[in-house]
């Protein structure tokens, strides 16, 4: 049972002192102490009283190792993904920490998406991958990077990296916004997301490419979903035409065309003549 070091772990975790939660618990201090210390057995409403007030179920509380969670895992209970209040809505992720306890971003590339398909649970295959990290990225929330393959997502170009940020709860899911969805079908994709989860149980995912169409996925299909952060490429895109320049262009091409047709009428007023 690890309820005396967790509530002594939140509590200090929440920069609380033990005059803090002992009054906003309706304790003495020193029981509270006592509680932390293991001196003292608190009864079922106490435990209610806790769990209520760090928003933990009592099951988590009792028998999970709170200060062995990684940050990305911590920050999940927090806001309040409990497999012991959600039950089979949530979702476990299976990552890995440097020396320091802080989430590495492990690297997908496209030979190993195979492997992702059945390997992405196992703690051994995800331990397998190579990691780094990215400074400017939270320390409170989940990144992984996948390669993107072919050339569906032009202009960002094929075999870039595309980082993403693990999302526990799909009814954030913006429309119009670049997800990276895995389902077991399909493997990895990199796409723009509409969310149908609530009216059909659907996703619609697009291409920014407009030659490829957009197709659903059922919710019961995908696995993960990742948003999409930021890409790494040694390619520039394709430079897109500017407005003007394209305005410039088709004006050119029309008195390009203009002069040939009153050259090519002139040829012919020529032929007639002789």
Request: aromatic fraction near 10%.
């Amino acid at each position: 049972m690890y309820f005396t070091s967790n509530i002594k772990f939140l509590r200090k975790r929440r920069g609380r002192t033990q005059d803090d939660v002992a009054a906003a618990l309706n304790l003495k201090r020193s029981t509270l102490s006592g509680y932390e210390n293991g001196v003292a057995q608190p009864g079922i409403d106490i435990l209610v009283s806790f769990s209520g007030y760090f928003n933990i179920s009592i099951d988590t509380l009792l028998k999970i190792d709170l200060a062995k969670l990684s940050e990305s895992q911590l920050g999940e209970l927090e806001r309040g993904y409990d497999a012991y209040v959600r039950g089979s809505n949530l979702r476990v992720l299976t990552t890995t920490v440097n020396s320091e306890k802080r989430e590495n971003i492990e690297l997908v590339p496209e030979k190993a998406k195979a492997g992702y398909t059945t390997g992405y649970a196992d703690p051994e295959y995800i331990g397998e991958l190579p990691v780094f990290q990215l400074p400017f990225l939270s320390d409170k929330r989940k990144y992984r990077t996948f390669q993107l393959k072919g050339d569906s997502m032009l202009p960002i170009p094929d075999g870039s990296w595309v980082t993403g940020e693990y999302l526990q709860d799909w009814s954030d899911i913006i429309n119009g916004k670049a997800y990276i969805v895995f389902t077991i079908n399909d493997g990895i994709v990199f796409k723009i997301v509409e969310n149908k989860i609530t009216e059909e149980g659907k996703l619609v995912l697009y291409s920014l490419n407009p030659f490829y169409e957009p197709y659903e996925v059922h919710v019961n299909d995908v696995k993960e979903i990742w948003k999409f952060i930021n890409y790494i490429s040694s390619e520039l895109p394709e430079p897109l035409v500017p407005e003007k320049q394209l305005f410039q262009s088709i004006t050119l091409m029309k008195n390009d065309l203009e002069r040939i047709k009153a050259k090519l009428g002139k040829d012919i007023s020529d032929i007639n003549e002789e």
